[in-house]
Every structure is written in structure tokens, then in C-alpha cells.
């Protein structure tokens, strides 16, 4: 018994004739699924074109009696306007429709299948809004064991908020793994950190349990803490939803926020605040050690990257500069403005050329805007002015970064409300910047 069930053995090629029987299939069946993909497709379209045609034994019946009338020549086809000829058969009556789902991006589906008369009408489906979240979660915590607290109407609302961007499916997991969690710890029903630390898991992985290094610790706050001072200040239409310093993946710590409202476009004041906070990061790092850690490589990428998007296809430059009457000796405001941004051009080239190469960087129209001199010149414009900004913004609320830090270095991670409220509470304030000042200028 256990012989027939046993899978049969399979013959085993050496590596050069499976590497030329791949290429010949990719020559004659191309596609996914082994080569068999586009078969699939060519067979969808012929069935979808066909399926109003009449039944086949209708119409092979018809064709073979009208055959064999043209072959014995004795009944005419036609007398006047009379035919004498058996008729197409109709159409079919039926009313079909063809409806398929897809997580795929539309313009990599074959434009074959999506054009007028296939499958030509296209549906969006968006994720819940904050309010769906709260009637979903009703849903599935009602199925689960959970503890009261998070019955509560504010308990509830924030664990709408803070799951912004995710879908029913994702919902229910959290729910499931949360559960879980409480029964790993031999409790019979789960509570707010289980919950919370189930979302977390999902976004960004399992915690790696373990220790840093003390001043690890703390140079890993210091980083996080810039991320979530700069971005309460300079994107005040996000709401910081997790600050964490345990290790998920390759991240030592992470930051994380979500839009207030959603919304599909972006102001150039909100552009330059998003690489503010992404520059924040590197900011603190400065500000408190005079140098940097390996971990702002990414945030230097997304930001090189950011300011050459706003460039190349947003039509943004770096925000003007006002001087009101302040300038430098024996210049026109127009000249000291002028030398202003050549000095956070500067600051940005620094930062650009300490960028890793990246494939992302090869691609338009970022290529096309690192290229062009005069594109990079205003790409680095925007990321001098937005690294300097930070910098200086960190100096100036240096104490309540440090309060931050320390807070998230005793909790390991902090989320919702109670990371909103820390933020609320350090009072962060804008720096009044004069650039006509040499003091205030980042020493690259």
C-alpha cells in the first residue's frame, strides 16, 4: 500500500540540460506558470469571444445539411428572394459575465484581457476607513476572548486609528494572533500589549530577542526619537502610532506614522516636512555624537530619492528662503539668497554622495534628475535645506528629544495614545532660522 502511494521517482538531469530545457520552453511556451501562463490567457480570450456563439451541434448540423444540398445540385439555393437554405442558428440569449479579481497592478495585466469588450470595466476596491475599522473589530472581538479595557469607546477608536491601511483580513488576524499570544502566556484572554504587539508582528516582523549594548541602547533611541520629534512638528497631518527600539528583522528600532485623513495628493510644504522627519534621524545622531551610525543609510536613500521625485516629476523646488531685510555685508538680498542655496546645495551633494547604490537609482525618472546638473543641483537644494532645518531643529529641542528617547529605552516600545501624549508634552517648537548666521550652518 505504502509502495503505491509513494511518489514516483524522479529523473534527475544534469544542471546544463535542465538550463537548455528552460530556455527552450521559455522560447515556445513564454509566460508564467513554467511557461504555460500564456496558453492559459490565449485559451480565456477564445472562450471569452466564443461564448456567444450558438451550440455547436446547432451549428454543425446546419452546415452539413446545407453541404450536401450544394453537392447534389438538384435544389437551388435561392428562388427570387426565397433562400433555400437551412439559417445560421442564433446567437445564444444568455446574458454572461465575466468578473475576476486580481492583487495584481493593472498595467502589468496583459492589455488583451483588459480592453472594452473583455474584462474592460475596472473596479477599486480601498481599504476600510476608520469608521469600517471600528465595525470590523466589533465583529471579530466579539468572537474572541479579550480583555474589558479594550471595550471601552476611546480603547476602541484608537485601535481604529492606529490600523489604518489594513484590510479585513489582516483584522482577523490580529484578533487570532493576539489570542495566541495571551495563551502562550497562560492567560485565557488577551489585552491591549498582546494586541498591539500582534500588529506589530505582521508589519514588521518578529521581535529578535535581544540585548543590546547600553550605549547601543541609547544611540538607537536617540535615532527614533528624531524620526517621531521631527515628524510631530513638520507633519502635523500625520499621527505617530508606534515607537519602538526592539529589534524586528534588520531594524534595530523603527518609527512609524499614518495619515490623519486620507488623502491621495501632497502639498511641496508637506514634501520637504516628510524629509525633515526622514532626516531627523541623522540629525539627532549629529547632534548628540558629532557623527553618524550606519543605521541613516536607508534614510538617506528614501531621501535622495524623495527630493529627486519632487524634481523630476512634481515640479517642486526647495522652499524660499525669507530674509526680511537681513542679508550679508555689501550684498542685495538676491545675492545673499543666492549664496544660501548654494550652501544647501553643498550640504545635499555631501549627503547624496554618501548614498549606497541602489537600482532604485537607475530607474526614471530619478536617473533621469541625478543626471541632469541642473536637476541635481535643485534635488540637492531641497535635501540641504531639509537636513539643515532638522539639525537645527533637534539642537533647539534637544532636552525633549532626550526625554523621548529615554522614554522609549525604558518601555522598548510605545504605541498609540500614549505615544501621542509623551510627543504632546515635550512642547516642540519650530527654530526661528536666520541663515545669514554661520553658527547655525551643519558642519558636514
Known amino acids: ?15 546544463w540540460m535542465q538550463k537548455v530545457g528552460n530556455i527552450v520552453n521559455q522560447g515556445i511556451f513564454p509566460g508564467m506558470m513554467g511557461g504555460q501562463g500564456q496558453l492559459a490567457l490565449n485559451q480565456l480570450l477564445v472562450t471569452m469571444d466564443g461564448i456567444d456563439n450558438p451550440p455547436f451541434t446547432k451549428r454543425f ?15 437551388p439555393r435561392r428562388i427570387g428572394r426565397v433562400s433555400l437554405r437551412l439559417r445560421p442558428p442564433r446567437p445564444r440569449g444568455d446574458q454572461i459575465y465575466f468578473i475576476g479579481a486580481t492583487n495584481v497592478p493593472m498595467d502589468v495585466l496583459d492589455p488583451a484581457l483588459t480592453r472594452p469588450g473583455r474584462m474592460g470595466r475596472h473596479v477599486w476596491f480601498r481599504t476600510p476607513t476608520k469608521e469600517d475599522r471600528k465595525d470590523i473589530f466589533d465583529l471579530y472581538l466579539d468572537k474572541v476572548r479579550h480583555s474589558e479595557e479594550l471595550d471601552t469607546p476611546a480603547r476602541r477608536d484608537e485601535i481604529a486609528r492606529i490600523t489604518n491601511g489594513y484590510s479585513p483580513a489582516m483584522i482577523e488576524q490580529i484578533c487570532s494572533m493576539a489570542l495566541t499570544n495571551a495563551h502562550h502566556e497562560g492567560k485565557a484572554e488577551f ?3 498582546h494586541l498591539v504587539d500582534a500588529m506589530t508582528v505582521i508589519e514588521s516582523g518578529t521581535a529578535i530577542s535581544i540585548q543590546y549594548v547600553e550605549h547601543e541602547t541609547r544611540a538607537t533611541a536617540i535615532h527614533e526619537a528624531g524620526h517621531a520629534a521631527a515628524a510631530h512638528v513638520y507633519r502635523p497631518d500625520l499621527e505617530s502610532s508606534r515607537l519602538s527600539i526592539r529589534m524586528r528583522g534588520r531594524s534595530l528600532g523603527h518609527h512609524q506614522s499614518f495619515q490623519r485623513e486620507e488623502r491621495f495628493s501632497e502639498w511641496q510644504s508637506e514634501a520637504m516636512g516628510n524629509l525633515i522627519h526622514i532626516l531627523g534621524a541623522m540629525a539627532a545622531e549629529r547632534v548628540f555624537y558629532d557623527q553618524n551610525t550606519n543605521g541613516v543609510g536607508g534614510d538617506l536613500q528614501s531621501a535622495t530619492q524623495d527630493a529627486a521625485w519632487m524634481v523630476g516629476t512634481s515640479g517642486m523646488g526647495p522652499q524660499p528662503v525669507e530674509l526680511n531685510g537681513v542679508k550679508f555685508a555689501d550684498e542685495s538680498e538676491e545675492q545673499t539668497r543666492e549664496r544660501i542655496m548654494k550652501r544647501f546645495e553643498k550640504i545635499g551633494l555631501t549627503l547624496m554622495n554618501r548614498t549606497r547604490g541602489s537600482a532604485d537609482f537607475h530607474a526614471d525618472p530619478i536617473a533621469a534628475v541625478l543626471q541632469d546638473p541642473y536637476k541635481r543641483a535643485s534635488a540637492a537644494q531641497i535635501l540641504g535645506q ?41 512642547n516642540l517648537k519650530k527654530p526661528e532660522l536666520d541663515w545669514t548666521r554661520d553658527e547655525i550652518w551643519p558642519r558636514m
Open 386 to 426: 531639509a537636513y539643515a532645518t532638522a539639525e537645527n531643529f533637534i539642537a533647539a529641542n534637544r532636552d525633549a528629544v532626550e526625554r523621548i528617547a529615554q522614554e522609549v529605552i525604558d518601555k522598548k516600545e510605545l504605541y498609540g495614545d500614549e505615544l501621542v501624549t509623551l510627543l504632546n508634552q515635550q
Open 1 to 15: 500500500m505504502f509502495e503505491q502511494r509513494a511518489p514516483e521517482r524522479q529523473t534527475v538531469y544534469p544542471a
Open 61 to 75: 448540423l446546419r452546415n452539413r445539411i446545407n453541404s450536401l444540398l450544394d453537392a447534389i445540385y438538384i435544389v
Open 191 to 193: 489585552e491591549w500589549a
